[in-house]
């Protein structure tokens, strides 16, 4: 029976459920997986946390040195979080011939570059099947199972709390904050709220996986960012009266050597498979040129997924002789040849207030016609003073185009707000 021993560092939500795998899950893992894997080391700040989850005194630690002398330590787990310390703790530990299994994909996507080559000159394995998508085996199906196909599309609802937050939104009518506070008590928001619902945290996962998917890095810093703090009750609204559910989608496409990277709320067709993704769940669809569809369902955060991902990595590290790198060098800036396209094309749901007077719906659409924006749909309703909430369908068309015909828009006298411009699929 092989033993392998393991280190935890932050004993938090994905530490703690990581932690409880381990140890309530250690003889069926023995069983069947044919090794005997033993938490040694439980790195925090927090002595007494640790202590009451179960950990033993003499596991206990808050000195990375004491890690990475270990010997006997094959694997270390970091669940902390951030980029320092984490960093400097996953460098030493890779340095120190322990491969390293983390849930960190803002450390992951800001510092892959630096991190793959370090485990490579040390022969030892970084392994972040967590950091994507919390339970679902993502990076895995990416890098072991659709390695036959280029892969052009991929869409994902990848951000737990923001499909949290918009469902409760939809469904129950409860204001953002409330929703928000909810995700939080869940164990699915990051420390800081900001990384979910400004859509950083999708960011950061979308660069992982876009990179996988296409075999070329896609830089965080090159993915088209938008959360969804501006998403009001009449944009939910709207979308359902429209047939139309909105979530914060992650768009990976690729065509020949260019690439789209973009996360922002989406107007999903309500029969789209991705509308009835609900709450915490995530899922990723993605299209090979001869698997065609394949979609992937499931928690996208909390502790017992997140942890069953790094459970995961830690048996599929333990039982390799030698360890397999990305086969494309991960790079700070986007590989020569590869073209991140900012002028991607889409369907557009816009919504303004204008002056309820003749006259002022056609100059609207003679602007939009001017930038070679075709109108799919307008619905105009009149307010209680003099004043009209319209709305447009589009059809296909250039993000330039609209977002120059929208400035012009905006300067017109009749208009007094663009209250909404949210995509489509
Ligand atoms: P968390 O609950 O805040 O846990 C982090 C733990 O690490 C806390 O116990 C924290 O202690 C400890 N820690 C932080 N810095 C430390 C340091 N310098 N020295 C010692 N201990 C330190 O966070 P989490 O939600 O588990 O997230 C951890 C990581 O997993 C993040 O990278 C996150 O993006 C990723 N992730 C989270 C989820 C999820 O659903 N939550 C899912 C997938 C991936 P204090 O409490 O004292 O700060
Ligand atoms: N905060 C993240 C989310 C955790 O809500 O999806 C999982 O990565």
Redesign the pocket.
């Known amino acids: 029976m092989k033993k392998v021993n393991v280190a935890i560092?932050?004993?938090?939500?994905?530490?703690g459920g990581t932690y409880d795998i381990l140890t309530q899950n250690h003889g069926y893992i023995k069983s069947t997986q044919g090794l005997d894997i033993r938490v040694k080391r439980v790195?925090?700040?927090?002595r007494e946390?640790a202590l009451g989850r179960g950990v033993p005194q003499t596991a206990f630690t808050?000195n990375i040195d004491e890690v990475v002398a270990d010997k006997d330590i094959d694997i270390v787990i970091e669940?902390?979080?951030?980029v320092e310390?984490a960093k400097t703790f996953i460098t030493k530990a890779l340095k120190s011939g322990k491969s390293v299994v983390t849930?960190?994909?803002?450390l992951i996507s800001k510092f892959w570059y630096e991190l793959e080559p370090v485990a490579k000159e040390n022969g030892v394995g970084l392994y972040f099947e967590?950091?994507c998508v919390?339970g679902v085996p993502v990076i895995r199906t990416l890098t072991e199972s659709m390695q036959a196909n280029r892969i052009c599309e991929l869409y994902g609802i990848i951000n737990?709390t923001t499909n949290y937050i918009l469902t409760k939104m939809t469904e129950e009518g409860l204001g953002y904050e409330t929703a928000l506070r909810e995700a939080q008590q869940l164990?699915?928001a990051?420390?800081n709220p900001s990384a979910d619902v400004d859509g950083y945290?999708a960011v950061y996962k979308l660069s992982i996986l876009s990179s996988l998917a296409f075999h070329t890095t896609i830089p965080y810093k090159n993915v088209y960012r938008e959360g969804i703090t501006r998403i009001t009750a009449d944009d939910i609204k709207s979308a359902r009266e429209l047939g139309y559910v909105i979530k914060l989608l992650a768009i990976g496409r690729r065509d020949g050597n260019k690439v789209e990277a973009r996360v922002h709320p989406t107007f999903v067709p309500a029969e789209h498979p991705l509308a009835s993704v609900r709450g915490s769940f995530n899922a990723v669809l993605l299209t090979g040129d001869y698997v065609d569809d394949i979609m992937l369902y499931g928690r996208g955060?909390?502790?017992r997924p997140?942890g069953s991902a790094i459970v995961s990595d830690v048996i599929f590290c333990a039982k390799r002789r030698s360890h397999d790198y990305t086969d494309f060098a991960v790079s700070e800036t986007p590989q020569a040849g590869t073209e991140i396209v900012g002028d991607f094309t889409s369907k557009y749901y816009i919504a303004l207030t204008a002056l309820d007077r003749a006259g002022v719906l056609a100059s609207v659409a003679k602007i939009l016609a001017e930038s070679g924006v075709s109108i799919n749909t307008i619905l105009q309703k009149g307010n209680s003073g003099d004043h009209a909430t319209i709305t447009f369908l589009t059809h296909k068309a250039g993000e330039h185009a609209v977002m120059g015909a929208l400035e012009k828009i905006g300067r017109s006298e009749y208009v007094r707000s663009i209250d909404s411009v949210i995509r489509c699929l």
């Open positions: 560092m932050g004993l938090g939500t994905v530490g790195l925090d700040r927090d946390k808050d669940t902390m979080g951030g310390p849930a960190n994909k803002e967590a950091s919390g737990g164990g699915y990051e420390f945290d955060a909390g502790a997140t």
